[in-house]
T-cell receptor
């Protein structure tokens, strides 16, 4: 069966520091991959999606970037974090069928 | 652009009773998919139920069912025999196919309804 993992689960970082959140999908190949952010008290916002290795589409201009160095690995990065980057980040995947499945999420607090 | 509206920020229901969560959406698409996701305090996003727009029959998953009204662009979730474990934030989501150099689908979420099941 397919599973998705993302880490770290919790992260506290100072303003101006770099960020790297990783996500890995197991049990499938060539999935569509997504990064969503959920700010406090708000819904989910799509940040990036990828349909293949090295292919990244950005939904909103921001301080973040994404990369897909391997088929089942999706990384969310920042060179210098802002306070406004705080939130709950969810990685998600889709293969066959029309349903998107989510990882456990990562809490990021920028202080 | 697609929008999803959940007009009830919070709702509460007594254990074993039935509750309905509302969702409306706006789209010019004819083929799309609708979902309800549940986010308990653990924050993991869990799929509750899915509806294909081309299907007239309402989807059902055990105690969860939807009332899909395509012409009205309405997609409500009914939870029967509510249980304490149903306490969570519930998100309605819309997905259409986006063809941009490759096959892809994107979800658009509503802002959520916080459901509390009281003992």
């Amino acid at each position: 069966s397919q599973t998705i993992h993302q880490w770290p689960a919790t992260l506290v970082q100072p303003v101006g520091s770099p960020l790297s959140l990783e996500c890995t999908v197991e049990g499938t190949s060539n999935p569509n991959l997504y990064w969503y952010r959920q700010a406090a008290g708000r819904g989910l916002q799509l940040l990036f999606y990828s349909v293949g290795i090295g292919q990244i589409s950005s939904e909103v201009p921001q301080n973040l970037s994404a990369s897909r160095p391997q088929d089942r690995q999706f990384i969310l990065s920042s060179k210098k974090l802002l306070l406004s980057d705080s939130g709950f980040y969810l990685c998600a995947w889709k293969k066959s069928g029309n349903t998107i499945y989510f990882g456990e999420g990562s809490w990021l607090t920028v202080v | 652009a697609q929008t999803v509206t959940q007009s009830q920020p919070e709702m509460s229901v007594q254990e074993a009773e039935t509750v309905t969560l509302s969702c409306t959406y706006d789209t010019s698409e004819n083929n799309y998919y609708l979902f309800w996701y549940k986010q308990p305090p653990s924050r993991q996003m869990i799929l509750v139920i899915r509806q294909e727009a081309y299907k007239q029959q309402n989807a059902t998953e055990n105690r969860f069912s939807v009332n899909f009204q395509k012409a009205a662009k309405s997609f409500s979730l009914k939870i029967s025999d509510s249980q304490l474990g149903d306490t969570a934030m519930y998100f309605c989501a819309f997905m259409k196919h986006v063809a941009s150099g490759g096959s892809n689908y994107k979800l658009t979420f509503g802002k959520g309804t916080l459901l509390t099941v009281n003992p």
